[in-house]
């Protein structure tokens, strides 16, 4: 139980697109997610919080316009980075929290590369 | 504010070897500690768990005692495998917030 699922695995951009990236709790509803950035060889830096239907909380020195995260259901958050550029290529990785628990349980990330 | 320190890798060891990887934290209030392990191009796995002072989180053969006198989550293992090879990563949750306090992660890589 408690598996976390994201898609795309791997994405492969040009400088200013933008990229969406799901993150799925498949068999427990998640009433809060959490983005993570991680890069090589250093820990997870964490980006944002959300909350099932409000607003995300981001960290500091995250920006929000750029970041955009949407928590529309108990099982699905997204997080879109809008007009990528080569320094957002990175490992971004999502994990889930069960309502009432205290322990997250982390997709298997996504690698992001712009060009 | 709230913190997580643990031992700089990487740690290579023989098949077979003891392990031990330190971790020690601050933090006010009582926390709960973590261990996540990565394996090489996954996302976080979580290895063992511990909410409270003198609780031993145990998984896979890897145990882990929480110690409030001495703000120490040390991981060990009695006998390494070359599947243990992975990045560890030592964790806290204060009783306050929601969000995971991550240490920079210890390397580990076992010779067969």
């Known amino acids: 139980g408690a598996v976390v699922s994201q898609h795309p695995s791997w994405v492969i951009c040009k400088s200013g697109t933008s990229v969406k990236i799901e993150c799925r709790s498949l068999d427990f509803q998640a009433t809060t997610m959490f983005w993570y950035r991680q890069f090589p060889k250093q820990s997870l830096m964490l980006m944002a919080t959300s909350n099932e239907g409000s607003k995300a909380t981001y960290e500091q020195g995250v920006e929000k316009d750029k970041f955009l995260i949407n928590h529309a259901s108990l099982t699905l958050s997204t997080l879109t980075v809008t007009s990528a550029h080569p320094e957002d290529s990175s490992f971004y990785i999502c994990?889930?929290?069960?309502?009432?628990?205290?322990?997250?349980?982390f997709g298997p990330g996504t690698r992001l590369l712009v060009l | 504010g709230d913190s997580v320190t643990q031992m700089e890798g990487p740690v290579t060891l023989s098949e077979e070897a003891f392990l031990t990887i330190n971790c020690t934290y601050t933090?006010?209030?009582?926390?709960?500690l973590f261990w996540y392990v990565q394996y090489p191009g996954e996302g976080l796995q979580l290895l063992l768990k511990a909410t409270k002072a003198d609780d031993k989180g145990s998984n896979k053969g890897f145990e882990a005692t929480y110690r409030k006198e001495t703000t120490s989550f040390h991981l060990e293992k009695g006998s390494v495998q070359v599947s243990d090879s992975a990045v560890y990563f030592c964790?806290?949750?204060?009783?306050?917030?929601?969000?995971?306090?991550f240490g920079k992660g210890t390397s580990l890589l076992v010779t067969p």
């Open positions: 964790a806290l949750l204060t009783n306050s917030g929601y969000a995971l306090n």
């Open positions: 933090a006010t209030g009582y926390p709960s």
């Open positions: 994990s889930a929290r069960p309502g009432g628990s205290e322990t997250q349980y």
